[in-house]
DNA sequence: CGACCGAATGAACGACCGTTCAGGGGCTGT
DNA sequence: ACAGCCCCTGAACGGTCGTTCATTCGGTCG
């Protein structure tokens, strides 16, 4: 065992093979959001994410500061990609608020359906990040929550939705945490393996949520 | 700096008042929910538990095999309460589907919301147990869902509900999956210092998941 | 009073962490 | 041909981790 010196003739270049074809910093990426997905950022360490992609550890600082910028950028990525679909899902359906909540769910379930690896480490890993980072992802999901919440008040305007009272009033705002909450963590348990479809993951939440917030037919 | 033996004249039991007053075992216990509440089960070490009940790293292994023991342990005490609430709660709400799933949704949401700590662990933190251990907390979580998806089937059977359509069929486990997601991350966002009580919480969640299953009224 | 025992101590151990850095290989442009 | 640059390597560093263990403490029983 020990160490090896001699004997290798032509293994001058000998992790090309293994390497990930992608330029480093995608490979890198990737690498870390499936390591960060299946294990969790604390225990993943940069060995491992490197060894994935066939590079050596020293070689992620090369493209990131630290291992907390790279969960940071993964992140913040897949989070800013979210909040934009939801709003232009939001902006193209019209100006029915049944039409808005049910475009707004198909488009934020399927994604957490199709991108679950993406999915999971941004709603999972976000309590890693230091607390400088942490601020522009949770501003992020209020703005989502956000959005929601201007569905419901729309409707509630127009008559259209009639969600449940709590305590006299309506508060809109625990609604829409309900719902997200829903529709977030279908990611934690959906696998393509199933034999319900992406499709119809959407319509079912769609329905669910179109219930719950009392929307007339 | 370095060491100092001598110059301490007093301190001969110096950490006694620091001492969490209940017995060790329960005061370990109370120390790593909190804990691993607050920062996760990976970055909290064993000496930061131990100097929060005013022992030293080693008095752990007097009372746990290992950190993972312990983290099973308080784990599956919450998991097995939180079993046998639900279990009951059916059991004691009469035979009507819809005031079964009151009931249970009831029972779950507030639990989720008065004992916020000990749900976010149970929750979150079943990932870092190794494999053997985590078996028995998946089973217990899959019984609470077959709980919910046998009201959800009476429900539909005696003409009660009337669930969104799947692709054609009920996919009441999917229903079922959807609803415990929605109850169980209250404990994630719920604050005893927001405006709006357990009692109310537990209403709203009710009222939505009758809605969702199509209760007629 | 002395033997005994469960429980706490704190130094020590080996492993592994994130990060740094001197060294070197293989492009590109001239 | 050669300089310059980007990027990768892998040893090394200073810490920190979970766990062990010889020792000591405080109380109880005969």
Chains 1, 2 share one sequence.
């Not at 790279?70 to 232009?88: K, P, W």
């Not at 608020?97 to 480490?121: D, G, I």
């Not at 009272?165 to 279908?186: F, N, Y």
């Amino acid at each position: 065992m020990t160490k090896r010196k001699p004997a290798q003739t032509e293994a001058v270049a000998p992790a090309i093979a293994d390497r990930d074809q992608r330029p480093p910093i995608e490979a890198i990426r990737a690498a870390a959001f499936q390591q960060f997905a299946e294990r969790g950022y604390p225990v993943v360490t940069v060995r491992d994410i490197m060894k994935a992609c066939g590079l050596t550890q020293g070689a992620l600082y090369n493209h990131f500061k630290s291992k907390d910028e790279l969960l940071h950028d993964i992140i913040a990525s897949t989070q800013g990609e979210l909040e934009r679909l939801c709003q232009q899902a939001v902006s193209e359906a019209g100006s029915d608020p049944r039409a808005k909540l049910a475009a707004f769910v198909r488009v934020y379930v399927m994604r957490h359906c199709r991108l679950r690896v993406e999915a999971l480490v941004a709603n999972r890993e976000i309590g890693w990040l230091d607390s400088g980072r942490v601020a522009d992802i949770r501003r992020s999901r209020r703005a989502i929550r956000d959005v929601v919440v201007a569905i419901l008040a729309q409707g509630v305007e127009g008559g259209v939705f009639d969600p449940p009272l709590t305590g006299g009033r309506r508060d809109l705002k625990a609604i829409a945490m309900a719902l997200l909450d829903q529709w977030t963590h279908v990611s934690m348990w959906y696998g393509p393996g199933g034999e319900i479809t992406e499709e119809e993951m959407a319509r079912l939440y769609a329905d669910m949520a179109l219930r719950a917030v009392g929307a007339r037919p």
